[in-house]
């Protein structure tokens, strides 16, 4: 057949036809362990009963009403949300990716201070819209229209010196940093380096944006990667493990912001559906003790690579991981995918495998991993 889609991704000869927690199963019936999750979206693993469970309920009553109605569903999601994560005082604006969530974000930080220069990091990812476009590191994404629509300062991640010294610009609206950077290979802000953050940024009347969409919702062992830091932001974004698959993403706002009508808006965000979706995560995350399960799983996985020959170090914290080589890892990434039925990711940094597998991940998945890993590395070795 004739490709009619927009060809802008590169993909494997495989095609998925049903999931039940870790494992992903073709037409054939050939079972794949996701240790990826698509892109870390797969938080309480494929294929919830509960989670299933209550979106077909959903279905049956309503899928989408507008936001000009009262929404319960979206009550009852902020008030969990605002529980679980601790950030109690906190006010909830829903939308559907997280390129949107960043993209209000940054607009708030905006509005609030009136200014619009913005601090971001090297190897830092935001997603592709105007706005979050400008603070991703990698301008390979940007097209001219995007390119310098307000100034952006990169800078080293934990670079004290060269932060405290763009801080006190005149003009910087906004602070934006990944709890641990994702796309860019699972570097991460040192505490000492966002508590810092967090002290320049009151004490200069800048926004703390922390993008947590890919290292939020309990994957580092914490609700957000931030909190292991003891830190607070006045915005945190998120989306990917939000609705285990469904499109939503959120940013949860300081109280210091004051919302006036019709200053952010979209019209799919917060309907029925997603925040059916969204509220059974929260209720499985709550119920199956995922963020244990999380920091468990990671010390595990931390441990059974810390002696594997070839590695150079392990990065980043709880199911949020990476494995560095000295080489590029996309052969040993494709041979383990292909004789041992295992998805693993990729990064900016060609030599970091990325895994970011369900919080419910048990050491059965792990232990199959390692030895796949080891018996595919040996001979590259
Ligand atoms: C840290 C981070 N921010 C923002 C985004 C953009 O999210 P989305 O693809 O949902 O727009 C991503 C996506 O990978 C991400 O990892």
Redesign the pocket.
Known sequence: MENKLFDVYSKYAITIDSSKGCYLFDKQGKEYIDLYGG??VISIGHGHPHYVETLKKQLDKIVFYSNSIEMPLQEELAEKLTTISGYTNYSLFLCN??????ENALKLASFKTSKKSVISFNN??????AA?TNVTYNQKIAAPINKNNYPVYFLELNDEQSFIETIQKEDIAAVII?GI???GGLDMPSESFLQLIEKECKKNDVVLIL?????GYGRTGQFFAHQHAGIKAGLI?M??GMGNGF?I?GILISPDFEAKKGMLGTTFGGNHLACTAAIAVLDVIKQENLIDNAAKMGSYFQKAFKDIDGIVQIKGKGLMMGTELTFPISDLRNLILLNHGIFTGNSDNPNVIRILPPLNVTTKEIDLFVKAFQMELAPIL
């Open positions: 892109h870390g990716s997280g390129a949107e969530a960043n830092s990812f935001h997603g592709r819209t979050a990944e950077q994702g796309v993008d947590e969409i890919q290292s974004t989306a990917k499109p993403g």
